[in-house]
């Protein structure tokens, strides 16, 4: 199975199982992520996720290049589009919170894999980069555009015009990762974060997402959190929330 997954206490984790090739993206990897992330939005009892990739080496090391060598100009942009539509949008539009936990190189389509997911965090080991430039190509899978809203337009012009690769570190001196930590403590910390967001009310962090995802700095971004934040009142967990601060005790929140 090139994509291992396991539900545990709500959380569910997408395992990228391919490390003999570094976990690179392929056609059967793309149709394993796509189902994996329909299962988190389709499965009541998963309440959160995260995507990691097997062994140490590696969260995903790029694309299969081997599978670029045939194609044409349509069959590429098809390509690009059939991976955007099932994995990279679905990740990105999730209603329920999709963490990057990136466990080594994350170059090229791998890169873009982390960018789609709500935050990133990274072990001390971790690598990025888009080099798609040293072969000839550019981003396919959204880099172009998640990495300018990550890291501002001249420092995201500048890395994937180069191709270099950057250190965990630098990545979240850049703004892209939210933390970073020991290898062999990476999986704890995005579950300990992920405890934490399911503790809260469900459809709150559904239009939180909603909310951060149309983020304009025109009126349209701020017309459309005001319609998410009424939608909010018609909840019964902002009832239970409301009545629970004011009762001095923990919610019950029910996603309803």
Do not use: W
């Amino acid at each position: 199975m090139s994509v291992l997954t396991n539900l545990e206490n709500g959380i569910f984790t997408i395992t990228v199982n391919r490390p003999d090739k570094l976990n690179a993206l392929n056609r059967e990897v793309i149709d394993g992520l796509s189902s994996a992330v329909e299962e988190v939005y389709t499965n009541p009892e998963i309440k959160s996720a995260f995507i990691t990739g097997a062994g140490n080496k590696a969260f995903v090391a790029g694309a299969d290049i081997s599978e670029f060598l045939s194609l044409d100009a349509t069959q590429g942009t098809e390509l690009a589009r059939r991976g955007q539509q099932l994995v990279f949008d679905k990740i990105e539009n999730s209603p329920k919170p999709i963490v990057a936990a990136v466990n080594g190189f994350a170059l090229g389509g791998g890169c873009e894999l982390a960018m789609a997911c709500h935050f990133i965090i990274a072990s001390d080991n971790a690598k990025f980069g888009q080099p798609e430039v040293n072969l000839g190509l550019i981003p396919g899978y959204g880099g172009t555009q998640r990495l300018v809203q990550a890291v501002g337009k001249g420092r995201a012009m500048q890395l994937i015009m180069t191709g270099e690769t950057f250190t965990a570190e630098e990545a979240m001196q850049y703004g892209l990762v939210n933390a970073v930590v020991p290898q062999e403590q990476l999986q704890d910390k995005v579950k300990s974060i992920l405890q934490l967001i399911n503790s809260k009310a469900p459809l709150a962090i559904t239009k939180v997402i909603e909310c951060i995802n149309n983020f304009d700095h025109n009126q349209q971004g701020y017309d459309f959190e005001i319609q998410r934040f009424g939608d909010c009142f018609a909840t019964e967990d902002k009832k239970e929330g409301a009545q629970a601060f004011l009762e001095k005790r923990k919610p019950a929140f029910t996603g309803k």
